[in-house]
């Protein structure tokens, strides 16, 4: 998945002027939906925006985001039953 592909934002957010990532991660992957009623084909797995990080400054939403790239990519990949 590339940079592209993958789907995040850096906003401030309005009430105490934070910055926050949000990204639209997989449900199964956060945890929110068990793994295997996915396979048994009982639910299935949603993405869903949520917010990940939050600071004081984008700079450092930024950094933050490139420290933790492969391990967001993993969280926005979708479940799959093979």
């Known amino acids: 998945m590339s940079?592209?592909?993958f789907e995040y934002d850096i906003c401030q957010r309005e009430y105490d002027g934070s910055w926050q990532v949000v990204a639209k991660l997989s449900s199964v992957r956060l945890?929110?939906?068990?793994r295997d009623n996915v396979r048994?084909?009982?639910r299935t797995d949603y993405m869903k925006w949520s917010v990940i990080f939050v600071?004081?400054?984008?700079?450092s939403c930024r950094k933050w985001v490139?420290?933790?790239?492969?391990?967001?990519?993993?969280?926005g990949i979708p479940?799959?039953?093979a």
């Open 55 to 59: 600071s004081e400054s984008e700079e």
């Open 40 to 42: 048994q084909k009982l």
């Open 66 to 75: 490139d420290s933790q790239w492969d391990n967001l990519v993993k969280l």
């Open 3 to 5: 940079r592209s592909e």
């Open 79 to 81: 479940y799959e039953v």
């Open 31 to 34: 945890g929110e939906t068990e």
